[in-house]
């Protein structure tokens, strides 16, 4: 199993492009604080990118090349609710390929579909995603569609903060993740550019390092 970036060069301008727009700020002086109670450094918001056509048309074209190169085999498209559902509609509409989407857990009505959209055993999947953390959302997606017959041929993503539990879990998943952009591109073309102070630089590379235990 692989976790890695696509394209290097591509990776920079789309750090660019995610930071000029506002989709990612990095604030280390003053943290945000994550429902899990871990303080960050960045807050990473993709879903503002569809809001600019010039970019958003850069992400889909970028993910459909991925999934031509790396994943030629793929049947259905597969959003993760919610955040990847417009990803993932926009990238299944390049490559002609159905599109589903999965949430984080079963409607409680209706028919009480954790899957919207027409699956067939055995069909190969390609999981979409417009950030990956820790890989548990993402995981559970991949469950459940395993559980339904799906194979997953991987997962693809805008962006990812590259941490080594996410590795591990997509790893020990047997889930090939291939991703735009990551959050040491991200610190390396804002240091080169001078967004960033080059004394906080090491701070906010120990945050990747142990994002648990870091600011406190």
């Known amino acids: 199993m692989s976790v890695n970036c696509f394209d290097k060069n591509l990776a920079k301008e789309i750090a660019k492009e ?40 850069k992400i889909k074209e970028s993910l459909a090349d991925m999934i ?31 599109m589903i989407y999965v949430r984080s857990k079963s409607k409680g009505h209706g028919l009480e579909n954790q899957i919207e959209g027409k699956l067939n055993p055995g069909q190969k999947v390609i999981v979409v995603e417009d950030l990956v953390s820790t890989g548990g959302s993402s995981l559970k997606a991949v469950e459940a569609l395993r559980a339904s017959g799906a194979e997953i041929e991987g997962m693809v993503s ?32 804002a240091a080169e550019n ?8 090491e701070t906010l590379n120990a945050w990747r390092e142990d994002p648990g235990s870091w600011g406190k």
Do not use: H
């Open 194 to 201: 001078g967004l960033l102070k080059p004394e906080l630089v």
């Open 158 to 189: 805008i962006f990812t903060y590259d941490f080594n539990i996410a590795r591990e879990a997509m790893e020990s998943n047997n889930v090939n993740l291939s991703y735009l952009s990551d959050y040491p591109t991200l610190i390396e073309y």
């Open 18 to 57: 995610l930071l000029s727009i506002g989709a990612i700020k990095l604030q280390p002086e003053d943290p945000f604080t994550w429902a899990s109670g871990w303080q960050s450094p960045i807050y990473c918001d993709n879903r503002l990118s569809l809001s600019f056509p010039a970019l958003r048309t």
């Open 68 to 98: 031509r190169e790396r994943f030629p085999n793929t049947e259905v498209i597969a959003g993760v609710a919610t955040a990847g559902i417009p990803q993932g509609a926009l990238v299944a509409e390049a490559l002609g390929l159905p």
